[in-house]
Structures are given as structure tokens and as C-alpha cells.
């Protein structure tokens, strides 16, 4: 399979990955806020019903293009049109790779961020050494449900935003895995915030701006 170009209008691609094609969808940032800037979205739990349409990833790169950001959200291994079986998370940290380079390859003059929801936030979180993103955003990421303490985080901006009645994620295991790290991240904790942010999106688009302006390269 050949690899798609960038496209310059909103898209859905193809790219091969480590285990079949895998499905992405592509955004440009909103017209007359283009920045240098590319932000690669994980989606939650692959075998509860997570994939790139999930609300809470889809409104996160809505935020992010608002901000001059195109965007690419993907499907794992096993979701929707993606080839292969679920993973967990060995084979997803690969898939996100095959994108990371696709992007990097496609758009070399772009800062490159990771983000990620749930188990999107681990994976991320998992590749980020290796991918050294020049910003990271994780929102509720799952501590105290996957292997937190081999990960080792970049020297890069980076974002947790947590709700703080997630019935999922429980928010003191994410508060106590941060207080393990010596490198700290912005941490912002919503109040009356379930795992899914339901009646609470608007507020994470609000959060999530204000948290990441002062990273945005120039436009």
C-alpha cells in the first residue's frame, strides 16, 4: 500500500501499519488559524466500544484545530475499518508509530503532539519517549489500570486533564501515580466530571485551550 499524502481538506485515509491498514481521519486546522503545527489523537478502550469517533477525542481536536492545529485521529488494530486484533497496547503503541512517521514524513516542518484519551492517554504516554512529541496531552489517563510506572516521560509541555468523578479512572491513582514523577505535568482537575465528560465537553474545550496557548507555535 502506497502511503496517502497529506490531504489539504478533511479526509479519510488509509495507511498500512505494523498489522494491516489502518483507518485515520485527517483535519486541516479551522480556515485562517493554520499553524506548523500536527496532533495525533489515540481513542479509548479498543474492547469497549473506543474508536476515533468517540466524543471526548473528537471534541479534543475540534479544540485543537480552533487553535490553528491540524489534526489526525485513528482507528487501533481491530477498530472500525483497521486491520488485526486487539493488542493490548503492545501492538496499538506500534500502530501509533506507522502514524507518527507518516505525519513526520508528510509534514517535516510541523511540531508534532501527542494526544490521548483513557487508554489512548497510555498509549500515548508509552510511545512518547521514543517519539519525543514537542507537547503531550492526556486526559484521564488510566493509572492504576495499566503498567504506569515503566513509562518514561519527555521533556516536552505536558497536559492532565482529569475529571474528578470519573467512575473509570479512579482520579486519586492518576493524583498519586503524578506524585511519584519527578517531572510534573500540568494537572487540571474538573469537578464534577465523569470519565466520559458527559454535559462537561464544552468545559474540557475551554480547558484545554486555555492550558495549551502558550505552547502553540507561531502561526
Given at each position: ?134 507537547a503531550l ?59 466520559f465528560f ?22
Open positions: 500500500m502506497t502511503a496517502p499524502p497529506f490531504p489539504n481538506a478533511a479526509a479519510s485515509l488509509a495507511l498500512q501499519g505494523p498489522a494491516g491498514s489502518l483507518e485515520m481521519a485527517v483535519d486541516p486546522a479551522d480556515p485562517g488559524t493554520a499553524r506548523a503545527l500536527t496532533v495525533i489523537l489515540c481513542h479509548p478502550l479498543s474492547t469497549e466500544g473506543g474508536s476515533l469517533n468517540n466524543k471526548v477525542v473528537t471534541m479534543a481536536a475540534r479544540s485543537l484545530r480552533e487553535l490553528g492545529a491540524a489534526t489526525v485521529r485513528f482507528n487501533f488494530r481491530g477498530v472500525g475499518h483497521s486491520q488485526g486484533s486487539f493488542d493490548h497496547g503492545d501492538g496499538e503503541r506500534q500502530d501509533l508509530l506507522a502514524v507518527v512517521d507518516w505525519v513526520r514524513d508528510q509534514r517535516p516542518g510541523d511540531a508534532l503532539w501527542l494526544a490521548g484519551f483513557s487508554f489512548g492517554a497510555y498509549v500515548s504516554l508509552r510511545a512518547a519517549d521514543q517519539v519525543q512529541p514537542e496531552i492526556s486526559i484521564a489517563p488510566p493509572a492504576g489500570r495499566w503498567d504506569f510506572a515503566s513509562l518514561v516521560i519527555p521533556a516536552c509541555p505536558w497536559l492532565v486533564i482529569q475529571g474528578e468523578e470519573d467512575e473509570i479512572v479512579e482520579p486519586q491513582a492518576v493524583y498519586d501515580w503524578i506524585d511519584t514523577l519527578k517531572r510534573k505535568p500540568e494537572l487540571v482537575r474538573m469537578p464534577g466530571t465523569s470519565h458527559h454535559r462537561k465537553l464544552i468545559d474540557l474545550r475551554g480547558a484545554l485551550q486555555h492550558a495549551v496557548g502558550p505552547w502553540l507555535p507561531a502561526a
